[in-house]
């Protein structure tokens, strides 16, 4: 601590649980002592527009179900913690997330909720992580920008050591974390490049162009993979440290498995969040890279905003998430407070819409997911069908790539982002980052190109080299 700030105890009720008030610590350096500790999951608002979480040490793993509901395992695992008593009154205080469920869902998870993509072909290589991996969390690790403070929550769950004897572990770790000094981290050592030279990606881009003209699909969003074979050991945690340095991402996340893969994802968007039974997703769509002056990057940003191809592609798509949450939303209860507004990040603009619905009754966490994921921003329109022609197209399962990584809590709320902007390892020994955009009618197949480019240019200079796909290098 800091000598005379005191260690707040805000409540010990619920009955057991605890949740203390501590001084500020940075969320990198706390991240940092636990992140060789497989089942640490950092939840990571880089640019401190909203919370951060610390999380390690899971109860148990949910993992996908085998039959017609994937979640069955997931579901029971959060139903177990939802017969506990809460406090309405005490949960104002808290963060949105004071433990339950959180972690990964794999792209591929899409297909076990649509049964007619059973039989779709799928792509064998690809990353080496489940398919979905959930940690049961009894402690977070809360930050909270707005007062720069920390509220560690440990729920009285399980056996062994006690809430209150965890929270004073956490006090330790925290205070030591304040005093620790966190080198830079190290450049990793490798050879950058990517699967498909421009012109083949841009020839993939044309056939979609030529299954929207024969009425297959509206939209597909078709990714190519970039890659850094490593040479030497590769420092997972040290890689989205710099990742996240570029990116500055709202919505990142670390996430530690051990032997079973690790996932780095400096994404800016957001699939859900669902609170109080309000529900909002908020897609990305169009994109422009940063100009290098401030006049070009004015430029930049109006060209956007008068595009008429990148407004399409974005209302397209928030007229999927309306239908989408209408399975799981009250009549009526359908908006779209914000329509592609303009949002610029370190490396690019973008245009971002807000989907808002209320949840009927009875309707849970996993209905919404189900619902909503994969996100449209990331598959086209109509869905199914864009999935379809994903995986004939591009050569690599997905994996984390386009899945979500987030909370469940055990009061029913969520917040899942969309796993763009994605680092992981994949079965051929390479570190994999995908990037890709949505196709449409009137696209280019050059410019299409070049935005993948742009999207991955975060990447290359998060492992300290030139990107060697640009034209000329």
């Known amino acids: 601590m800091n000598g005379s700030e005191p260690f707040r105890v805000l409540s010990a009720v619920n009955p057991g649980r605890v949740a203390v008030d501590v001084p500020w610590a940075d969320p990198e350096r706390v991240a940092a002592s636990v992140a060789d500790q497989p089942g640490t999951l950092w939840l ?129 770790r925290l205070e030591a974390a304040r005093g620790a000094d966190l080198p ?33 699909v509206y939209q597909a969003n078709l990714s190519q993979r970039f890659t850094l074979r490593p040479q030497g050991p590769l420092d997972p945690f040290g890689l989205y440290r710099r990742l996240r340095a570029v990116a500055r991402p709202a919505r990142g996340a670390f996430l530690q498995l051990g032997e079973a893969g690790w996932v780095a994802s400096a994404s800016p968007e957001r699939l859900v969040r669902v609170q109080n039974g309000h529900a909002e997703a908020a897609p990305i769509k169009g994109t422009r890279p940063r100009g290098a002056e401030p006049r070009a990057d004015a430029a930049a940003l109006a060209a956007l905003r008068a595009s008429p191809k990148d407004r399409a592609e974005n209302v397209m798509i928030v007229d999927l998430l309306r239908n989408d949450l209408s399975r799981v939303c009250a009549d009526g209860s359908i908006g779209v407070p914000a329509l592609c507004a303009p949002v610029t990040l370190p490396t690019v603009h973008h245009l971002v819409s807000r989907v808002t619905g209320r949840a009927r009754p009875g309707v849970g966490p996993f209905d919404v997911i189900s619902a909503l994921f994969p ?94 796909w640009e034209p000329g290098s």
């Open 184 to 216: 830079p981290p190290e450049v990793p050592r490798g050879v950058l490049g990517r699967d498909r030279d421009a012109t083949d990606y841009a020839r993939l881009v044309e056939e979609v162009v030529d299954r929207i003209r024969a009425g297959e």
């Open 375 to 468: 996100g449209g921003s990331i598959t086209g329109a109509p869905k199914v069908q864009a999935m379809r022609v994903i995986a004939e197209l591009e050569p690599t399962r997905r994996g984390p790539y386009c899945g979500s990584i987030g909370w469940v809590g055990a009061n029913g709320d969520l917040d899942l982002n969309i796993g763009i902007r994605t680092a992981c390892p994949h079965a051929d020994g390479q570190v994999a980052f995908c990037a890709g955009g949505g196709v449409v009618f009137d696209s280019s197949p050059q410019g299409e190109e070049a935005e993948t480019r742009v999207k991955a240019k975060a990447f290359a200079e998060a492992v300290g080299q030139p990107p060697p």
């Open 44 to 172: 990571d608002c880089a640019d401190g527009s909203d919370w951060s979480y610390v999380l390690t040490d899971p109860m148990s793993v949910a993992s996908v179900a085998e039959g017609l509901d994937p979640f069955a395992n997931a579901r029971a695992a959060l139903q177990r913690l939802r017969t506990r008593r809460r406090s309405p009154a005490l949960d104002r205080l808290l963060p949105p997330f004071v433990g339950g469920l959180a972690g990964l869902f794999g792209y591929e998870l899409g297909r076990r909720l649509e049964p007619s993509l059973a039989t779709a072909p799928l792509p064998a290589g690809g990353p080496v992580l489940p398919e979905l991996w959930l940690g049961l969390y009894r402690d977070v690790v809360a930050f909270d920008p707005a007062s720069r403070r920390v509220r560690v929550v440990c729920q009285p769950w399980g056996t062994g050591p006690t809430a209150a004897e965890r929270a004073a572990v956490w006090r330790g």
